[in-house]
């Protein structure tokens, strides 16, 4: 235990009315509570509670705290509800508002939330374990609205959140964020694996990780964002749609990554690759997308040191359409401009495979590809109302 924890007991002798909460399990009507009154049993509020401090302090296992439809209400200090090393607690059908933490939670394990209201403050859960499960609710905050550290695993299901949700190590293969909607921050994986991200609404943000890995992102729908990965493998980025920002995909060194049939619009990149080396994104499949009026480039991949991978990277088949219009004045490592379809920036023999892309009306090249040599032409590119063609790969 990290802290004392105040024990103004609820009496043990209270008789308790049976009704079903928003958790699922039967509660009771007890009797009315008081701010920073600690819970021992499951119960059902019968009033909003104004409190300067914490609001309701759990002491027990298995505490379900059915809010009943009323309000905490904090002065900007304290926990709505705070609960340290116990297991299956149950949060549902209520609002906390106005604390340091609506939710805060210490190694406490295996909880769920449903159809909470966490309104100017966030849900703070640290090392628990077991399974932390959201369903609903909505999550206000301007750090970050929910923010899990050391959990098997966490489930979001049509949450509503505006701020940052935050994975720290989490790592059970049964993770999934879907149905939700994030504003205004980022759904951020640090040392987590095994997520499923899909069917989504991102905006004015998006999904990112670092050193992670086993990764879904799919079916999601992003506005003024996109996806960055950096250090993160094995990840199938498919279906997509992504459209404003600035670097709609962008990753660094990432292993295994297939981005497949996204379609990215009006942002400054498509997609960006950036690394030292090839060999750090040996894996990497970017196919079928649709990018279209991007003002930089659809796709630009570059690196600077020579040394071919030992598994594949492609680009291949690929629809790049009206990018490279904007005002920025971007340039690789060469001083070449870049305000293309497909502009590839990597050191003769990278062993990077161009193939089967087409591209219609980009600012300059539909695919420029240097230096010669610079990247293998598997054939079947194509080019139609580009300023200046192909150049590196044949396009017909």
Same mark, same amino acid.
């Given at each position: ?246 670097? &709609?995909?962008? #990753?660094? /060194?990432?292993?295994?990554?297939? *981005?497949?049939? +996204? !379609?990215? =619009?009006?942002?400054?990149? %498509? ?32 690196? &600077?040191?020579? #040394?071919? /991978?030992?598994?594949?990277?492609? *680009?291949?088949? +690929? !629809?790049? =359409?009206?990018?490279?219009? %904007? ?70």
């Amino acid at each position: 235990m990290r802290g004392p924890i105040r024990l103004a007991i609820v009496a043990a002798s209270s008789i308790l009315l049976v009704m079903t909460a928003g958790t699922g399990g039967a509660e009771a009507a007890g009797p009315v509570l008081h701010c920073g009154d600690t819970i021992t049993t499951s119960i059902t509020l019968r009033n909003d509670l104004r409190c300067a401090g914490d609001g309701l302090v759990v002491a027990a296992d298995g505490v379900r705290i059915n809010l009943n439809g009323h309000r905490l209400t904090g002065s900007g200090t304290g926990a709505g509800i705070r609960d340290e090393e116990h297991a299956g607690l149950a949060v549902g059908d209520g609002a906390i508002s106005g604390f340091a933490q609506g939710i805060a939670l210490d190694t406490v394990r295996d909880v769920s939330l449903t159809g909470v209201r966490l309104l100017h403050n966030g849900l703070a859960a640290d090392w628990g374990g077991g399974q932390l499960r959201i369903r609903g609710g909505e999550f206000d905050s301007t750090g970050w609205a929910v923010a899990a550290s050391g959990y098997d695993s966490l489930v979001m299901d049509g949450a509503k959140v505006t701020g940052g949700v935050l994975a720290d190590n989490v790592h059970g293969a049964a993770s999934r964020v879907v149905n939700s909607r994030i504003r205004a921050g980022d759904l951020f994986l640090m040392e987590s694996a095994g997520f499923t991200i899909r069917g989504n609404t991102f905006v004015d943000g998006g999904a990112s990780s670092s050193e992670s890995g086993g990764l879904v992102i799919e079916d999601n729908r992003f506005t003024n964002g996109g996806v960055g990965l950096e250090v993160t493998d094995d990840v199938l980025l498919r279906r997509n749609t992504i459209s404003g920002g600035g670097i &709609s995909i962008d #990753f660094g /060194p990432c292993r295994d990554i297939r *981005v497949l049939a +996204n !379609t990215v =619009r009006g942002a400054r990149f %498509g997609v960006y690759v950036k690394g030292q080396v090839l060999a750090e994104f040996e894996g990497m499949v970017i196919s079928g997308n649709r990018l279209t009026g991007n003002s930089v480039a659809g796709v630009f991949l570059t690196t &600077s040191v020579p #040394f071919i /991978p030992s598994g594949p990277v492609t *680009v291949a088949g +690929n !629809t790049l =359409r009206h990018n490279g219009y %904007g005002p920025d004045i971007v340039t690789d490592s060469a001083g070449r401009r870049v305000n293309d379809g497909l502009h590839t920036d990597v050191p003769v023999g990278s062993g990077l495979l161009v193939r089967g892309n087409r591209t219609y009306g980009n600012a300059d090249f539909g695919i420029e590809a240097l230096p010669a040599g610079s990247v293998r032409d598997g054939g079947g590119n194509l080019s139609r109302g580009d300023r200046s063609g192909c150049v590196g790969v044949t396009c017909r």
